[in-house]
Protein backbone atom coordinates (compact mmCIF):
# COMPACT_ATOMS: atom_id res chain seq x y z
CA UNK A 1 0.00 0.00 0.00
CA UNK A 2 2.74 2.49 1.15
CA UNK A 3 4.21 1.90 -2.60
CA UNK A 4 1.20 2.66 -4.29
CA UNK A 5 0.85 5.53 -2.45
CA UNK A 6 4.18 6.80 -3.67
CA UNK A 7 3.39 6.14 -7.17
CA UNK A 8 0.18 8.15 -7.14
CA UNK A 9 1.61 11.10 -5.70
CA UNK A 10 4.84 10.57 -7.85
CA UNK A 11 2.62 11.19 -10.70
CA UNK A 12 0.22 14.20 -9.22
CA UNK A 13 3.67 16.25 -8.68
CA UNK A 14 4.09 17.18 -12.10
CA UNK A 15 0.70 18.68 -12.62
CA UNK A 16 0.55 20.56 -9.33
CA UNK A 17 3.79 22.25 -10.36
CA UNK A 18 2.51 23.21 -13.61
CA UNK A 19 -0.76 24.26 -12.40
CA UNK A 20 1.02 26.65 -10.09
CA UNK A 21 3.02 27.65 -13.15
CA UNK A 22 0.38 28.64 -15.31
CA UNK A 23 -1.29 30.77 -12.33
CA UNK A 24 1.77 32.27 -11.92
CA UNK A 25 2.29 33.45 -15.32
CA UNK A 26 -1.62 34.33 -15.87
CA UNK A 27 -1.21 36.87 -12.28
CA UNK A 28 2.20 38.61 -14.10
CA UNK A 29 -0.12 38.99 -17.23
CA UNK A 30 -2.72 40.40 -15.23
CA UNK A 31 -0.57 42.68 -13.09
CA UNK A 32 1.54 43.71 -15.78
CA UNK A 33 5.21 42.49 -16.18
CA UNK A 34 6.64 46.09 -16.35
CA UNK A 35 5.78 46.96 -12.90
CA UNK A 36 6.99 43.78 -11.23
CA UNK A 37 10.43 44.89 -12.30
CA UNK A 38 12.45 47.67 -10.74
CA UNK A 39 12.02 51.07 -12.04
CA UNK A 40 15.73 52.01 -13.67
CA UNK A 41 17.35 55.36 -12.49
CA UNK A 42 16.35 58.48 -14.32
CA UNK A 43 20.37 58.76 -15.87
CA UNK A 44 22.88 55.91 -16.86
CA UNK A 45 26.44 56.11 -17.31
CA UNK A 46 27.72 55.70 -20.72
CA UNK A 47 31.29 54.28 -21.55
CA UNK A 48 32.90 56.08 -24.20
CA UNK A 49 36.11 55.77 -24.42
CA UNK A 50 39.15 53.93 -22.98
CA UNK A 51 42.61 53.47 -22.93
CA UNK A 52 46.27 54.43 -21.53
CA UNK A 53 46.11 58.21 -19.60
CA UNK A 54 48.23 59.83 -22.43
CA UNK A 55 44.93 59.23 -24.95
CA UNK A 56 43.41 61.69 -23.29
CA UNK A 57 44.45 64.86 -23.99
CA UNK A 58 41.07 66.69 -21.94
CA UNK A 59 42.35 64.84 -18.81
CA UNK A 60 44.92 67.26 -16.53
CA UNK A 61 45.55 65.08 -13.51
CA UNK A 62 49.05 63.74 -14.43
CA UNK A 63 48.34 60.21 -14.20
CA UNK A 64 51.20 57.48 -14.54
CA UNK A 65 51.85 56.16 -17.70
CA UNK A 66 50.50 52.71 -18.11
CA UNK A 67 47.48 53.26 -16.17
CA UNK A 68 44.47 52.24 -17.69
CA UNK A 69 41.49 55.03 -17.90
CA UNK A 70 37.90 55.08 -19.10
CA UNK A 71 35.60 57.92 -20.23
CA UNK A 72 31.84 58.13 -19.35
CA UNK A 73 29.16 60.21 -19.94
CA UNK A 74 26.30 60.85 -17.29
CA UNK A 75 23.08 60.18 -19.81
CA UNK A 76 19.54 61.15 -18.95
CA UNK A 77 17.21 58.11 -19.50
CA UNK A 78 14.91 60.30 -21.16
CA UNK A 79 16.20 61.50 -24.39
CA UNK A 80 19.83 60.71 -23.60
CA UNK A 81 20.86 64.00 -22.75
CA UNK A 82 24.65 64.19 -21.20
CA UNK A 83 24.46 65.72 -17.94
CA UNK A 84 27.97 65.34 -17.58
CA UNK A 85 31.28 63.65 -18.39
CA UNK A 86 33.84 62.00 -15.81
CA UNK A 87 37.39 60.07 -16.33
CA UNK A 88 37.95 57.02 -14.03
CA UNK A 89 41.18 55.12 -13.22
CA UNK A 90 41.22 51.38 -13.18
CA UNK A 91 44.09 49.93 -11.01
CA UNK A 92 43.12 46.28 -11.32
CA UNK A 93 40.18 43.82 -10.67
CA UNK A 94 40.50 43.80 -6.78
CA UNK A 95 40.12 47.92 -6.61
CA UNK A 96 37.33 49.85 -7.15
CA UNK A 97 37.48 52.60 -9.96
CA UNK A 98 39.06 55.85 -9.05
CA UNK A 99 37.37 59.05 -10.09
CA UNK A 100 39.76 61.40 -11.54
CA UNK A 101 37.30 63.95 -12.86
CA UNK A 102 34.08 64.92 -12.88
CA UNK A 103 32.02 67.87 -14.86
CA UNK A 104 28.84 69.09 -14.95
CA UNK A 105 27.45 69.66 -18.82
CA UNK A 106 23.93 70.63 -17.47
CA UNK A 107 22.86 73.93 -15.47
CA UNK A 108 19.79 72.27 -14.71
CA UNK A 109 21.11 68.76 -13.34
CA UNK A 110 24.29 69.29 -11.24
CA UNK A 111 24.37 65.63 -9.97
CA UNK A 112 27.51 65.81 -7.57
CA UNK A 113 29.58 68.53 -6.62
CA UNK A 114 32.30 68.83 -9.60
CA UNK A 115 36.14 68.25 -9.63
CA UNK A 116 38.10 70.67 -8.82
CA UNK A 117 40.03 69.95 -12.33
CA UNK A 118 43.06 72.56 -12.61
CA UNK A 119 43.62 73.28 -8.89
CA UNK A 120 43.76 68.92 -8.32
CA UNK A 121 45.92 68.60 -10.95
CA UNK A 122 48.47 71.41 -9.80
CA UNK A 123 48.07 69.60 -6.17
CA UNK A 124 48.93 66.42 -7.71
CA UNK A 125 52.17 67.69 -9.29
CA UNK A 126 53.16 68.64 -6.62
CA UNK A 127 52.81 65.71 -4.23
CA UNK A 128 54.55 63.73 -7.33
CA UNK A 129 57.37 66.13 -7.48
CA UNK A 130 57.83 66.64 -3.22
CA UNK A 131 56.50 63.24 -1.09
CA UNK A 132 58.57 60.70 0.10
CA UNK A 133 58.42 57.38 -1.25
CA UNK A 134 55.69 55.61 0.72
CA UNK A 135 53.98 58.55 1.57
CA UNK A 136 50.31 58.23 3.24
CA UNK A 137 47.55 60.92 2.15
CA UNK A 138 45.25 61.40 4.89
CA UNK A 139 41.48 63.23 4.16
CA UNK A 140 38.40 62.52 2.25
CA UNK A 141 38.64 59.68 1.00
CA UNK A 142 37.92 61.29 -2.71
CA UNK A 143 40.92 62.72 -2.43
CA UNK A 144 42.98 60.74 -0.95
CA UNK A 145 42.19 58.15 -3.55
CA UNK A 146 42.56 60.15 -6.72
CA UNK A 147 46.81 60.97 -5.00
CA UNK A 148 47.11 57.57 -4.22
CA UNK A 149 47.41 56.27 -8.22
CA UNK A 150 50.80 58.43 -8.13
CA UNK A 151 53.78 56.54 -8.33
CA UNK A 152 54.69 56.18 -4.29
CA UNK A 153 51.77 57.49 -3.09
CA UNK A 154 49.63 55.51 -0.43
CA UNK A 155 45.76 56.05 0.92
CA UNK A 156 44.18 54.38 3.63
CA UNK A 157 41.20 53.28 1.59
CA UNK A 158 40.92 50.80 -1.47
CA UNK A 159 37.47 51.22 -1.72
CA UNK A 160 34.55 53.76 -2.66
CA UNK A 161 32.18 55.41 -0.76
CA UNK A 162 28.67 57.62 -0.68
CA UNK A 163 29.04 60.76 -1.70
CA UNK A 164 26.43 63.52 -1.48
CA UNK A 165 24.02 63.47 -4.53
CA UNK A 166 22.07 66.99 -5.48
CA UNK A 167 18.65 65.27 -6.89
CA UNK A 168 16.22 67.19 -8.85
CA UNK A 169 12.71 67.11 -7.63
CA UNK A 170 11.42 64.92 -10.24
CA UNK A 171 13.92 62.30 -8.78
CA UNK A 172 12.89 61.94 -5.45
CA UNK A 173 10.99 59.16 -5.95
CA UNK A 174 13.37 57.15 -7.56
CA UNK A 175 16.35 56.91 -4.60
CA UNK A 176 16.24 53.46 -4.60
CA UNK A 177 17.54 52.90 -7.83
CA UNK A 178 19.69 55.86 -7.90
CA UNK A 179 21.26 54.18 -5.23
CA UNK A 180 21.53 50.74 -6.76
CA UNK A 181 22.99 52.06 -9.85
CA UNK A 182 25.68 54.05 -7.58
CA UNK A 183 26.45 51.48 -5.60
CA UNK A 184 26.94 48.77 -8.58
CA UNK A 185 28.96 51.51 -11.24
CA UNK A 186 31.62 52.66 -8.01
CA UNK A 187 31.80 49.20 -6.43
CA UNK A 188 30.74 50.60 -2.90
CA UNK A 189 30.13 47.91 -0.99
CA UNK A 190 29.08 47.07 2.65
CA UNK A 191 27.47 49.86 4.87
CA UNK A 192 30.79 50.73 7.12
CA UNK A 193 33.36 53.78 6.95
CA UNK A 194 36.10 51.58 7.94
CA UNK A 195 39.76 53.48 8.34
CA UNK A 196 37.74 56.35 6.58
CA UNK A 197 34.97 56.48 9.71
CA UNK A 198 38.45 57.25 12.20
CA UNK A 199 39.37 60.14 9.43
CA UNK A 200 35.98 61.47 9.45
CA UNK A 201 35.89 61.56 13.49
CA UNK A 202 39.48 62.72 13.71
CA UNK A 203 38.32 65.72 11.60
CA UNK A 204 34.87 66.05 13.99
CA UNK A 205 37.07 66.70 16.78
CA UNK A 206 38.64 69.68 18.42
CA UNK A 207 42.03 69.40 17.36
CA UNK A 208 43.78 68.82 20.16
CA UNK A 209 41.85 65.16 20.04
CA UNK A 210 41.51 64.95 16.14
CA UNK A 211 45.18 65.14 15.48
CA UNK A 212 46.63 63.11 17.79
CA UNK A 213 43.97 60.39 16.07
CA UNK A 214 45.51 61.54 12.38
CA UNK A 215 49.56 60.18 13.61
CA UNK A 216 48.31 57.35 15.25
CA UNK A 217 46.52 56.09 11.36
CA UNK A 218 49.74 57.35 10.11
CA UNK A 219 52.06 55.30 12.13
CA UNK A 220 55.84 55.94 11.37
CA UNK A 221 55.27 56.77 8.04
CA UNK A 222 55.52 59.97 6.27
CA UNK A 223 52.22 61.86 6.04
CA UNK A 224 49.92 64.75 4.53
CA UNK A 225 46.17 65.79 5.53
CA UNK A 226 44.85 67.45 2.54
CA UNK A 227 41.67 69.07 3.01
CA UNK A 228 38.83 70.31 0.26
CA UNK A 229 36.50 73.28 0.62
CA UNK A 230 33.51 71.20 0.10
CA UNK A 231 34.77 68.77 2.46
CA UNK A 232 33.35 71.28 5.14
CA UNK A 233 29.92 70.69 3.80
CA UNK A 234 30.44 66.68 2.51
CA UNK A 235 31.79 66.37 6.73
CA UNK A 236 28.31 68.03 8.07
CA UNK A 237 26.16 65.28 6.11
CA UNK A 238 27.96 62.53 7.17
CA UNK A 239 27.68 64.02 10.84
CA UNK A 240 24.52 65.87 11.00
CA UNK A 241 24.98 66.70 14.62
CA UNK A 242 28.41 68.63 14.59
CA UNK A 243 27.58 71.58 12.78
CA UNK A 244 24.86 72.87 9.92
CA UNK A 245 27.13 73.84 6.92
CA UNK A 246 25.10 75.38 3.98
CA UNK A 247 25.77 76.79 0.35
CA UNK A 248 24.66 79.52 -1.73
CA UNK A 249 25.61 80.25 -5.12
CA UNK A 250 26.73 83.46 -7.30
CA UNK A 251 27.13 84.15 -11.02
CA UNK A 252 30.23 86.25 -11.70
CA UNK A 253 29.36 89.57 -13.43
CA UNK A 254 32.44 89.73 -15.17
CA UNK A 255 33.25 92.56 -12.82
CA UNK A 256 35.02 91.01 -10.04
CA UNK A 257 34.62 94.10 -8.00
CA UNK A 258 30.94 94.00 -8.33
CA UNK A 259 31.09 90.14 -7.73
CA UNK A 260 32.98 90.87 -3.82
CA UNK A 261 30.48 93.99 -3.02
CA UNK A 262 27.23 91.33 -4.19
CA UNK A 263 28.95 88.52 -1.92
CA UNK A 264 29.64 91.07 1.11
CA UNK A 265 26.58 92.58 1.14
CA UNK A 266 24.63 89.34 1.21
CA UNK A 267 26.74 88.00 3.99
CA UNK A 268 26.19 91.65 6.02
CA UNK A 269 22.33 91.07 5.60
CA UNK A 270 22.35 87.77 6.86
CA UNK A 271 25.16 89.29 9.72
CA UNK A 272 27.71 85.66 8.77
CA UNK A 273 31.33 85.70 9.15
CA UNK A 274 31.86 82.41 9.19
CA UNK A 275 31.94 81.42 5.19
CA UNK A 276 34.66 80.78 2.74
CA UNK A 277 34.48 80.80 -0.98
CA UNK A 278 35.52 78.92 -4.00
CA UNK A 279 35.44 79.30 -7.78
CA UNK A 280 32.87 77.02 -9.73
CA UNK A 281 34.51 77.47 -13.27
CA UNK A 282 34.54 80.46 -14.82
CA UNK A 283 31.01 82.17 -14.41
CA UNK A 284 30.37 81.39 -10.82
CA UNK A 285 31.62 80.74 -7.13
CA UNK A 286 29.98 79.16 -4.13
CA UNK A 287 30.28 79.97 -1.16
CA UNK A 288 30.26 77.65 2.08
CA UNK A 289 28.91 78.80 5.85
CA UNK A 290 28.21 78.12 8.94
CA UNK A 291 25.46 80.77 10.88
CA UNK A 292 26.79 82.07 13.60
CA UNK A 293 23.92 81.44 16.02
CA UNK A 294 25.58 78.33 16.28
CA UNK A 295 28.24 77.47 18.54
CA UNK A 296 31.64 78.77 16.34
CA UNK A 297 33.68 78.70 19.34
CA UNK A 298 33.76 74.75 19.37
CA UNK A 299 34.29 73.81 15.21
CA UNK A 300 35.91 71.03 14.77
CA UNK A 301 39.44 70.63 13.27
CA UNK A 302 38.24 70.68 9.69
CA UNK A 303 36.53 73.91 10.33
CA UNK A 304 39.80 75.55 11.52
CA UNK A 305 42.00 73.84 8.80
CA UNK A 306 40.65 76.05 6.41
CA UNK A 307 40.22 79.79 5.71
CA UNK A 308 37.12 80.73 7.54
CA UNK A 309 36.59 83.21 10.77
CA UNK A 310 39.82 83.75 12.68
CA UNK A 311 41.75 81.38 10.58
CA UNK A 312 45.43 80.32 12.66
CA UNK A 313 46.48 77.28 11.10
CA UNK A 314 49.69 77.75 12.68
CA UNK A 315 48.79 77.34 16.37
CA UNK A 316 48.21 73.63 16.21
CA UNK A 317 50.70 71.54 17.32
CA UNK A 318 51.13 68.29 14.97
CA UNK A 319 50.38 69.83 11.68
CA UNK A 320 52.27 72.46 9.34
CA UNK A 321 51.05 74.34 6.60
CA UNK A 322 52.88 73.79 3.87
CA UNK A 323 50.74 74.25 0.67
CA UNK A 324 47.81 75.84 -0.88
CA UNK A 325 46.41 75.04 -4.34
CA UNK A 326 43.12 76.87 -4.90
CA UNK A 327 40.52 74.98 -3.03
CA UNK A 328 43.26 72.39 -1.43
CA UNK A 329 45.04 73.13 1.41
CA UNK A 330 47.78 70.72 2.75
CA UNK A 331 48.93 70.04 5.98
CA UNK A 332 52.35 67.88 7.13
CA UNK A 333 51.87 65.62 10.02
CA UNK A 334 54.84 66.58 12.06
CA UNK A 335 56.03 65.19 15.99
CA UNK A 336 55.95 67.31 18.82
CA UNK A 337 59.40 68.14 18.62
CA UNK A 338 58.69 69.08 15.13
CA UNK A 339 59.07 73.17 13.77
CA UNK A 340 56.37 74.58 12.95
CA UNK A 341 57.34 77.32 10.05
CA UNK A 342 56.04 80.61 9.61
CA UNK A 343 53.20 81.49 7.65
CA UNK A 344 55.44 82.87 4.43
CA UNK A 345 58.61 80.04 4.97
CA UNK A 346 55.68 77.12 4.99
CA UNK A 347 54.00 78.50 1.43
CA UNK A 348 56.96 79.02 -0.27
CA UNK A 349 58.62 76.34 0.81
CA UNK A 350 59.45 74.09 -2.28
CA UNK A 351 62.63 71.57 -2.91
Known amino acids: MLRGTRTRLGRTLPYLYGALIIIGLLLIDWAGYDSLLPDPAPYRYELVAEGKGSSFSDLTFPVPSGTHIKKFETRLDEGGGVIAEL ?39 AVEEHAQEGAVILGW ?7 SILDGVHSLYDQNFNRPLFLPVAWRGDEDAIESLERIFWRIIGEGEGDFGLVVDALSSPPQVG ?31 LMTVKYQDFHNSGDIHESILTVKKWLEERQLSHYIVEKMGLTSKRMYYINDSESVVDLPLLARLLPMGEFDPFSMEGLKLVANYGSYWVYELISKGGKVKSEEEALTERD
Open 87 to 125: FLAYMGSEVAPILLDWQNLSGEQSLVIPTRTDDLADLAR
Open 141 to 147: WDTARQL
Open 211 to 241: IPVLHELAGERSAFLVVQVSDLYKLSLLRPG
